[in-house]
């Protein structure tokens, strides 16, 4: 029997991707969006700080990473293109994201699992923008009704590894073990597009066909089996959902660029590295 994994159409690089992705002669800073990484509490902001690396090196105008007044001398002794955006106390953090006025948001990585952790991830969902939902964000979305309430704006990615989607669906990883099927449920009950992660990741979206982003023609994706990469991946969502790309194609090239970048830099590979190599891929 054939199986939907080997009918998916695999994704490829056009020139009109990679045009896409240059920046015009003509445009600012303001042009190519602000994206906002929310991030976890004071020391736990490696994983934010790596998504908001990758968000600004692939084109996002402006980035911010918005986190409790008590982390800003973690982030700011670490970080100098990317601004650093306080908030004093949980009860602010809404109006403070609204007022830093982003196009597109980034939740999840190291965000924690606390209950106003889990207020943050609703409260961010109402705000109807682009997002990239990614680990304790879908964990807190895992308990909530199917269709999901909540994910305001379809023009969404949420990115589960597998652990994050048996989380999320658990009743569909009893009747079957196809990962597209299982990316398709999900994009179903999120309302939005989902990026199954993987050495085959498979984007599939509501309503739509899915495609597979596959690294089987590179040697040396397998490095991205690495602490912290699945969190430059959400960046590189972000930014391009911040630029102003439909969320498939931020998906789906995302994660091209996400495996071309491993295979720029090859053995060795770790987060850090990934946004770095964004330069060489992109010429
Ligand atoms: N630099 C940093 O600050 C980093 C922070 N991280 C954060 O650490 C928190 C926990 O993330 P984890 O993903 O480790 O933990 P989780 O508890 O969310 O998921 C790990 C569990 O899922 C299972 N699993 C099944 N298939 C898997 C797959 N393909 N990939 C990964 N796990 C799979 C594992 O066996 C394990 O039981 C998240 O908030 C995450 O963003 C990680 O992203 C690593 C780097
Ligand atoms: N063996 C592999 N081959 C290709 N890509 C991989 C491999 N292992 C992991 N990846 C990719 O690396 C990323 C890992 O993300 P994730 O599991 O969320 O890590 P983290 O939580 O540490 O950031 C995903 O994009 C996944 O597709």
């Known amino acids: 029997m054939t199986r939907l994994e080997d009918q998916t159409p695999v994704f490829e690089m056009t020139d009109t991707h990679w045009r896409s992705l240059q920046k015009s002669g003509a445009a600012h800073k303001h042009r190519y969006g602000h994206a906002a990484v ?43 293109a990317i601004m650093v955006k306080p908030y004093t106390q949980d009860g602010e953090f809404q109006d403070h994201l609204t007022g830093i006025k982003p196009q597109a948001i980034c939740i999840g990585p190291n965000l924690g699992l606390s209950s106003g952790n889990k207020t943050q991830v609703g409260q961010t969902l109402t705000l109807g923008l682009p997002m990239c939902i990614d680990a304790d964000a879908i964990t807190h979305l895992s308990d909530r009704g199917d269709p999901l ?14 652990g994050e989607l048996r989380r999320f ?8 073990s196809c990962r597209v099927t299982l990316a398709q449920h999900a994009a179903k009950k999120a309302g939005c597009v989902v990026l199954f992660k993987g050495p085959d990741t498979v984007v599939a979206r509501p309503a739509h066909a899915p495609m597979i982003v596959s690294s089987k023609r590179f040697q040396h994706s397998s490095w991205l089996a690495t602490a912290g990469s699945g969190d430059v991946l959400s960046g590189f969502i972000t930014g391009l959902l911040a ?11 995302a994660a091209e660029l996400h495996f071309r970048c491993a295979e720029a830099f090859g053995p060795g590979l770790i987060a850090v590295d990934i946004p770095e190599m964004l330069p060489k891929v992109l010429r």
């Open 38 to 80: 929310i991030a976890g509490p004071f020391g736990q902001g490696g994983a934010a700080r790596l998504a908001a690396r990758g968000a600004l090196r692939i084109g996002a105008g402006l980035v911010s990473v918005v986190c409790r007044s008590d982390a800003v001398a973690e982030h700011a002794a670490q970080l100098n």
């Open 149 to 162: 309430p909540g994910i305001s704006n379809p023009q969404s990615v949420m990115t589960p590894h597998e």
């Open 169 to 176: 669906i658990p009743e569909a990883f009893n009747t079957t």
């Open 243 to 253: 630029r102003g790309f439909d969320a498939f194609d931020a998906a789906c090239l």
